[in-house]
């Protein structure tokens, strides 16, 4: 059973930045692609970035410029670089993987991420 596991989340203040990191079991060469959804309190979940085993890479139009998600092949490990951060970034951020597009077969416990104004 693949298990993501993330880290990086925390508290930080409108305009700042956070990186958040989630570590796969297995190879991540064996995975179609790798992505990031969020949840805000009352809101459904959504997508926020995936990245494809080719390196190809899609943003939601809210963070486009402002998050990049890139991967470390060697170290299983899929990233997302959050900048400019703001308070409707506030979220619990799943770090998820699978073979579709976008993935969803296989989900972490979440990282929470707070954006004070």
């Known amino acids: 059973q693949v298990q993501l596991v993330e880290s990086g989340g925390g508290l930080v203040q409108a305009g700042g930045s956070l990186r958040l990191s989630c570590a796969t079991s297995g190879s991540i060469l064996r995975i179609n692609a790798m992505g990031w959804y969020r949840q805000a309190p009352g809101k459904q979940r959504e997508l926020v970035a995936y990245?494809?085993?080719?390196?190809?890479?899609n943003y939601v139009d809210s963070v486009k410029g402002r998050f990049t998600i890139s991967r470390d092949n060697a170290k299983n490990t899929v990233f997302l670089q959050m900048n400019s951060l703001k308070p409707e970034d506030t979220g619990v951020y799943y770090c998820t993987s699978g073979m579709t597009i976008p993935p969803d077969a296989n989900w972490g416990q979440g990282t929470q991420v707070t954006v004070s104004s």
């Open positions: 990245i494809t085993r080719v390196g190809g890479t």
